[in-house]
Structure formats: C-alpha cells, structure tokens
C-alpha cells in the first residue's frame, strides 16, 4: 500500500528566503509524485511531478522537487519566497498498489506562510 | 478557454434536502473524479468515472450519488443520508486513469448547512 507524510502542518519564512516543504512517501512499485498548490477557497494547481525521468523536477512558479528514493523522499524547495507563495501545499503519490479507488493518496498539507 | 468549472461557488443545505453540485469540463478527458476536503485534512475521493455511463465508488461514497451520461458532465448529488455534508467539494478530470496521469481541478464548492 502506498502513503505519503508532509512533515510539517505549517511552514513560517520571511520574504526572499528559501522555502523547503517535506513529504515522504511509501510505494510498493515505482511511484509517480506530484506537489500541489491550493490558494484559498479555491481548486488545485499542478506544480510539478515526478514520473520515473529526470529526479530533480522543475515546476512552475520557480518550486522544484528532487526525488530521492533512498530517502523515500519528495521534498519541495523554491530559492526565494514571495509573498503570492502563501498557500496549501499537497503531496501526493500514485502507484495504483491500493492506495484509493483512483490510485492517488494525498497528503495533509502544509500550510506555508509568508513573512514580509 | 480550457478548463473545469464548478457552480455554484457556495450551496445551503437545509435538514432532509437533497443538493446537486455541478462539474462541467472542456478538456475532452475520459476520467472525472470528486473530493471532499475537511480542514486540516487531505482530498478524500467519493466518487470516479472512467468513462461514459460508468462509475466507482470511492473512500466515501456513503451519502452521495452521481451520474456520468456526458463525457464532459459529472453532478454530484448529496443526498440527506449524507449527515455531515459541510464540506469543500472538488471535482477534478484527467485524460485516462494510467499511472501518474495529471488530475486537473476545478474551482471548489463549499457546502453549508442551514
């Protein structure tokens, strides 16, 4: 069965800083990974995913994800925040070994929050 | 434009009512999903369609329905066995259901109850 783990519920930079947002997963198969964003009160929104080709993954936006499978890791990380960077973060990981009716887990959130 | 649209943005529900949420998309994609998002919670799936006229129930189906007979319409129905419906509800598509295909989402429903 498949899971996945964002480490924190809430995340605090100041303006300018890196940001880094933790997720782990567990796969019994070569796992897909995606990070997702969600603003208030509205839809998801891709930023990037991981499907077995290069392990560093560049999204949208300037967030990039490194898949480490030693690490069982999928951690997202952006150079410099801006304050339009606040929002719900989602892990999620697909592998179709029984992890929900569609293949997708999801994970809780993190909460990013910006500092000016 | 391309893309999902869900109305209405904000639904009231009184005691014993039935409530339909639409999900429309443009995107010619097979598969079409629900989600309910709890505070502090991930997506959890109600309910998914593969393709026309056909459909699975998910984590939490207990209390909803739906119905799947155009490719680009997916309502979902909260029905009043449904006890706790206040909820975020998302639907999302893709264009199959193949290992990591790319679910789209819409712009949400937020139900509350009268």
């Known amino acids: 069965a498949q899971s996945v783990t964002q480490l924190d519920s809430h995340v605090s930079v100041s303006e300018g800083t890196p940001v880094l947002l933790r997720c782990n997963y567990s796969?019994?198969?070569?796992?897909?990974l995606f990070w997702y964003v969600q603003h208030p009160n509205k839809g998801l929104q891709l930023l990037l995913k991981y499907t077995s080709a290069a392990t560093l993954v560049k999204g949208i936006n300037g967030f990039e994800a490194e898949f480490k499978k030693s690490e069982t890791s999928f951690h997202l990380t952006k150079p410099s925040a801006h304050m339009s960077d606040a929002a719900e973060y989602f892990c999620v990981v697909s592998d179709f070994s029984g992890g929900g009716a569609d293949g997708l887990t999801f994970g809780k959130g993190t909460h990013l929050i910006i500092q000016p | 434009d391309g893309g999902i649209t869900q109305s209405p943005k904000y639904l009231f529900r009184k005691e014993g009512q039935n409530v339909t949420l639409s999900c429309e998309q443009n995107?010619?994609?097979?598969?079409m999903y629900w989600y309910r998002q709890d505070p502090g919670q991930g997506l959890r799936l109600i309910y998914y369609?593969?393709?026309?006229?056909?459909?699975q129930k998910g984590d939490i189906a207990e209390g909803y329905s739906v119905s799947r007979e155009k490719k680009e319409s997916f309502p979902l129905t909260v029905t009043s066995a449904q006890k706790n419906p206040t909820a975020f509800y998302l639907c999302a598509s893709s264009p199959g259901t193949g290992r990591g295909e790319t679910q789209y989402f819409g712009p949400g429903t937020r139900l509350l109850v009268l």
């Open positions: 369609s593969q393709i026309v006229n056909d459909f």
């Open positions: 995107l010619n994609h097979d598969a």
């Open positions: 796969s019994s198969y070569s796992p897909s």
